[in-house]
């Protein structure tokens, strides 16, 4: 007999309790189901319960053996933290037809006196060693004299610098290319000097910027510079890769990963959440990679009962084989689950469960590592180990 964690429930304050006798339900795609304990992993400290106003939370009845609809209370969910992925969705019924805004909504229940949740840590959590390294780098910013247009862009958007992995992210806009090369390579540099394994991530939105607003003269020639000069920083390029002419222009630049973004690798699943995200042209620009000396990986934001269909399973399975993707990034896909499932265009179809596909990866590709941040280029090949896969005995 398998012990399932009890349900929680919120109050219309907030304030959240467990049920003596209700127990949780977790959801995937549109069906309701119980989670056993084996599922279930501990809540990383610090992580914020939060309820859904307007829901009522979807409960199992052990005394009736069956669902029953919980009438006195919210739903309650987390946002895993950094480097977890969730396995199901909460489970609960709309009070009224809205759509929720873009989260990584998560199920929470209480067992053994501890807030557990179907979620697994795919990566290895980034130290205290790295939270010092962000915090020295801030000290350094808010100390600089002269004047750098990159200084004053990164200490007014303080989450782009270190709180993940010893990276810097630079999300490419109107405003983040201010700084001419010579006031980000100063910046970069000195950064390398205070992290271990400094990242340093060009994270390119091909939907929202036209190359025809963005000069990239600057930001290219300090690319050049830092490959030529300080071989410790690793440099990658994020991208739904829409563009192949952009593309080139950061791979003859000297960028040492190419990271494309992905809902799905499936053609007619990309279709759904985006129109203008073309499956072509990332494969064109995958291909134009072919025999570059530059990793590659594939950042997949997942959806439980949709990244793990059948046909997307099968898709995935052949992209990362076809185009030699040496690290697949999973990360939680933001968003009210309604907003796809309810969707006429998503046929109805076998669901492994991510733990299942996820194992069918690593079974067919072997040296693919799997993990959550990107990664410096020295550490891209280190396998931290696979999740713990709990079984059922």
């Not at 989260?103 to 209480?110: C, F, K, L, Q, V």
């Not at 910027?209 to 990658?236: A, M, P, W």
């Amino acid at each position: 007999m398998y012990d399932i964690p009890k349900l929680l429930f919120a109050d219309d304050k907030g304030v959240i309790y467990d049920h003596p006798t209700l127990k949780m339900t977790v959801r995937s795609e549109n069906l309701e189901t119980v989670p056993y304990e084996l599922e279930m992993e501990a809540v990383p400290p610090k992580t914020k319960l939060n309820f859904l106003e307007d829901t009522l939370p979807l409960a199992y009845n052990p005394e009736k053996a069956g669902m029953e609809v919980f009438k006195s209370g919210h739903a309650v969910y987390i946002e895993p933290p950094e480097g977890y992925l969730r396995l199901y969705l909460p489970a609960y019924k709309k009070r009224k037809e809205i759509m929720f805004e873009d989260r990584e909504y998560t199920p929470i229940g209480w067992m053994n006196e501890t807030f557990v949740s179907p979620i697994i840590n795919v990566d290895k959590i980034p130290d205290k060693n790295s939270e010092a390294t962000g915090n020295k780098f801030h000290g350094f910013l808010k100390s600089f004299k002269k004047k750098n247009a990159f200084v004053k862009y990164l200490l007014s958007n303080s989450d782009l610098y270190h709180t993940k992995n010893e990276e810097i992210r630079l999300p490419v806009d109107k405003d983040s290319m201010q700084a001419d090369s010579k006031e980000l390579t100063e910046i970069l540099s000195h950064y390398s000097e205070v992290a271990d394994k400094p990242v340093f991530n060009i994270d390119y939105d091909d939907f929202n910027v036209s190359n025809g607003e963005i000069d990239f003269t600057q930001l290219l020639e300090g690319i050049k510079y830092l490959r030529k000069n300080n071989e410790k920083l690793s440099i990658t390029f994020s991208s739904y890769l829409q563009n192949i002419e952009t593309l080139k222009m950061f791979t003859d630049a000297g960028v040492d990963c190419v990271n494309v973004k992905m809902i799905s690798t499936n053609t007619e699943t990309n279709r759904i959440f985006n129109k203008e995200n073309n499956t072509d042209n990332v494969y064109k620009s995958l291909q134009a990679l072919h025999k570059q000396n530059i990793f590659k990986s594939l950042t997949l934001y997942t959806m439980p009962g949709l990244t793990d269909r059948e046909s997307e399973t099968e898709s995935l399975r052949d992209f990362l084989s076809t185009f030699d993707i040496n690290l697949l990034l999973l990360r939680n896909l933001k968003g009210d689950p309604d907003r796809i499932f309810f969707s006429e265009n998503l046929k109805t179809e076998d669901i492994k469960g991510l733990k299942n596909v996820i194992k069918l990866i690593k079974k067919k590709m072997k040296n693919l590592k799997i993990g959550y941040f990107n990664r410096h280029k020295e550490q891209f090949l280190i396998e931290y180990g696979m999740p713990d896969f709990k079984r059922r005995k």
